[in-house]
């Protein structure tokens, strides 16, 4: 049941450890508390270690998922940007959309027929 009798058994073999034989042997003797306590240690260490694994085996793919998702994001910001700022490519960055030029156009007229009644408005008082 326990270790105890095997270590005292041990000690007491070799001279040197003699002295620690009778510690060993008092050690033995547990009162009805000390097996209590020692019981309510080990279901205490025992439920500890239950714990720590679930946590464990919980969080471990979530780890794992966190970093490959990272890692694909980095590598794929990178190849964006290397082709973002590929040489010879500067030209088509400077290229206006046929929607965008259209709507600015508009946008610039609207612009211009409001200042021009504006000024029409301040010519009359208004």
């Known amino acids: 049941?326990?270790?105890l009798?095997?270590?005292?058994a041990a000690a007491s073999s070799s001279p040197k450890q003699s002295k620690y034989a009778s510690r060993i042997q008092q050690a033995?003797?547990?009162t009805s508390a000390?097996?209590?306590q020692l019981e309510i240690t080990r279901v205490l260490c025992d439920s500890y270690m239950e714990i720590v694994v679930s946590r464990?085996?919980?969080?471990?793919?979530k780890i794992?998922?966190?970093e490959l998702v990272n890692a694909v994001k980095?590598?794929?910001q990178n190849?964006?940007?290397t082709r973002l700022y590929r040489v010879g490519s500067e030209a088509s960055l400077l290229l206006e959309e046929s929607s965008f030029r259209i709507q600015r156009e508009s946008v610039t007229k609207e612009l211009q027929l409001a200042r021009a009644c504006v000024a029409a408005a301040d010519a009359l008082g208004l």
């Open 1 to 3: 049941q326990s270790l």
């Open 5 to 8: 009798p095997s270590v005292a």
């Open 28 to 30: 033995q003797r547990l």
């Open 34 to 36: 000390d097996e209590m």
């Open 56 to 61: 464990i085996a919980d969080i471990m793919p």
């Open 64 to 66: 794992i998922m966190h």
């Open 74 to 76: 980095s590598n794929i």
């Open 79 to 81: 190849e964006l940007v």
